[in-house]
């Protein structure tokens, strides 16, 4: 669904389905607001849900695929851009998957950039030729629009067997993307998101209300 029909649907609850006691008008800033919220809370809850019953696949519905092009290759190590910044999840959760785009059984193996000295030193590449990835803060470019992160490969095939792009399954935020791009929402959940947004809008907008709400304290003549 693109995030700019979230947005419309949101505007249209408020414009024709509400009572008039809940009518309310938000600008499209604070509808996208309220959606980064219920879409952050909903994938962090899903997040929880799977790691109490060890299956973070749950979180595989809410991905999308991205063919990303490798960079630079030499010996067995090379490195690509993410196209956005990892989704903050713990156990870098955000990220479900990266695998060879023209061998998709080819699943690379997620490691911790302080890690690598040690299976270096360990050998562990002469025994398990899998490859391997991790993620870095890229400080070759700044600016908006600009990758901010590296996907670090290790262990890649030489010998004319390099691989030339791998895919990426991994959540994006709706804050990451334009408004004619798609939001990756699981099949049949789209009104629920929506009626979700609504509901935040509207107690944030009583809650606000309420606060700023003074009682005044006139003496009596």
Not at 83 to 100: H, K, S, T, V
Not at 120 to 125: A, W, Y
Not at 158 to 180: H, N, R
Request: with cysteine; glycine share 4%; charged share 25%.
């Amino acid at each position: 669904m693109k995030k700019i029909s979230i947005i419309e649907a949101v505007s249209s609850f408020f414009a024709n389905d509400v009572t008039s006691d809940e009518k309310h008008k938000f600008h499209p800033e604070d509808i996208k607001v309220a959606l980064n919220f219920i879409f952050n809370q909903i994938i962090y809850n899903t997040y929880l849900n799977g790691k109490k019953f060890s299956d973070l696949s749950q979180l595989d519905a809410w991905s999308r695929l991205y063919e990303v092009d490798i960079e630079s290759q030499i010996g067995t190590e090379a490195y690509a851009f993410l196209p956005f910044p990892p989704y903050q999840l713990p156990d870098n959760a955000g990220i479900r998957e990266i695998r060879d785009h023209d061998e998709p059984s080819n699943v690379f193996v997620p490691t911790e950039a302080t890690s690598n000295p040690v299976f270096d030193e360990l050998e562990v590449s002469t025994m398990d030729t899998t490859p391997s990835y991790h993620i870095e803060q890229s400080n070759v470019f700044v600016g908006a629009g600009e990758p901010t992160h590296i996907l670090r490969m290790r262990q890649m095939p030489t010998g004319g067997d390099e691989i030339e792009s791998v895919d990426i399954l991994m959540i994006v935020g709706p804050e990451q993307i334009d408004d004619f791009d798609e939001i990756i929402i699981p099949a049949n959940q789209e009104d629920t998101l929506v009626r979700q947004i609504c509901d935040f809008l509207i107690k944030k907008s009583v809650d606000d209300t309420a606060n700023d709400m003074v009682t005044e304290n006139t003496p009596t003549q």
